[in-house]
């Protein structure tokens, strides 16, 4: 589904900064995931996962670590919340911050010119925003369920 970079918050923009990194992360519903057969060949040890559970939540992406009676998970990827998942991307990139009342302004030099400003409650989630939109455009493609959250 389609959705705006400027709009994006929680689960759906780390699922989105894991895209602009390059990480393929993977979606699954719980019942999905839990299926043995559909971990041994959709994923690789240190893939990285987010789960929709029966409760309509989405697990934070994740990493997989493997199958034995149950999936296993480790090394959450949460960079619009987590200093240091969301940090290092800031110190990799160009940005210019400003605070506009009571919101962060982030904007990222890329090649040469600045690219369009985006908007955030905190310092993570503008910069985060402004890294996909970077990357990625204006508008993005995730999976429905990551949508449904951005509502809730």
Sequence with gaps: MKVKTSDLIGPALDWVVAVAKGMEPKFFTEDEAYRAYVMERTLKH???????????R?????KFAGYNDGVCWKDTFSPSTDWAHGGPIIEQENFKLDPRK???EATIW?????QNPAYGPTILIATMRC???SKLGDVV???EELCQQQSN
């Design 46 to 56: 240190d893939d990285y996962v987010s789960v929709l559970r029966p409760n309509n």
């Design 58 to 62: 989405i697990t934070p992406l994740a």
């Design 102 to 104: 009571g919101q962060w």
């Design 110 to 114: 890329n090649e040469a010119e600045m």
């Design 131 to 133: 890294f996909c939109c």
């Design 141 to 143: 493609d995730i999976p």
